[in-house]
């Protein structure tokens, strides 16, 4: 336990460093963390006799991660299309020594891990980096009319017919509106989301869990639990999202029950392929919390979906 505890300090520490200061030392340290996630995945399919193409599998990964660093989403998709094409190549070239199904769980692989990992580095940026003297886009310029009680809400138009009542302060503010860069702010509510996603799932299921969600796939899964973990996250959302950081409230409840859901399969997806390779934990790098797709199953599910959720709402 005192293992696991260091350990998720340390992690934490090291979250917040690269979370906030952004840059290269956010892109570098995704890009590692995908690299170990790679090497936890060829690991456990090669327990199951299955041979990933893996120094391959490494440079793609690089290369794609390198591409959302960049902010080049045409060159994201070429790098992943032309690993596609070589891997499979391989299987032609090296007929008898890599077969099929190596080949198409190199692919799986590479899309599992490397994109997850390149919208994670798209949220972090998605107002752009600004070039020397230009200004940072900030979490109030993203935030849609936060000035007021009702904007919070995201009333619209309602608003109006509740012009009347008097005792209703339009003015009151109720978030701290920490002014940060708006990639820093909206990584922090993902993570957030993610963390309390898992955790939240784990006391309820453990306190109150009698019916198993996936009893086939995860054994400790209960209903309970993912109910729980709804609550928690869209809470979570809430607070992170509206109180600290200003964001639309309707907005920031939606994306925590959408959030609890993409963790909670990304949750389930790991037990999947942990169950087929017969591991119980895919590595040892983080002590005391097993490997990295252990820790970021969930985050593998929610960065792509926030990403998108935060394009298509509007919220920047």
């Known amino acids: ?7 998720g300090i340390i992690g934490i520490a090291v979250a917040a460093f690269v979370i906030q200061y952004g840059g290269a030392p956010f892109a570098g340290f995704a890009m590692f963390l995908s690299l170990l996630a790679w090497h936890e995945y060829s690991s456990a399919f090669r327990r199951a006799g299955v041979i990933t193409t893996y120094i391959f599998g490494a440079l793609a990964l690089i290369l794609l991660l390198c591409c959302a660093w960049l902010g080049n989403a045409e060159e994201l998709l070429a790098v992943l299309t032309l690993s596609m094409m070589a891997i499979f190549l391989l299987t032609v070239i090296l007929r008898g020594s890599t ?16 994109l ?23 979490v109030k310029e993203i935030a849609t009319n936060n000035s007021t009680l009702l904007d919070k809400f995201d009333l619209g138009s309602l608003g109006k017919f509740l012009d009347f009542l008097p005792s209703i302060d339009l003015n009151l503010n109720l978030s701290l509106n920490v002014n940060v860069d708006a990639g820093c702010a909206l990584v922090w509510v993902l993570f957030a989301c993610t963390w309390a996603s898992d955790t939240f799932a784990y006391f309820v299921g453990s306190a109150i869990g009698s019916h ?5 796939i ?13 609550f928690g996250t869209i809470l979570t959302a809430l607070v992170v999202g509206t109180f600290i950081f200003g964001l639309p409230l309707i907005k920031m409840a939606v994306a925590g029950f959408v959030l ?28 005391g919390h097993g490997g990295v797709l252990d820790r970021f199953d969930s985050l593998l599910f929610t960065a792509p979906t926030f990403y998108y959720f935060v394009i298509l709402s509007g919220i920047a």
Request: proline share 7%.
């Open 1 to 7: 336990m005192a293992l696991r505890i260091i350990t």
């Open 99 to 114: 077969r099929p199904t190596d080949a198409c769980v190199s692919v799986a692989g590479i899309m599992y891990i490397g």
């Open 116 to 138: 997850p990992f390149a919208h994670l580095i798209f949220l972090r940026f998605l107002t752009d980096e600004p070039q020397p003297g230009e200004a940072v886009t900030t």
């Open 212 to 216: 198993k969600l996936a009893s086939s």
């Open 218 to 230: 995860s054994p400790g899964k209960t209903v309970e639990g993912f109910l729980g973990s709804i």
């Open 260 to 287: 609890a859901l993409a963790a909670t399969l990304g949750d389930l997806v790991e037990s999947v392929l942990k169950r087929f390779a017969s591991v119980k934990d895919s590595g040892f790098f983080l002590p």
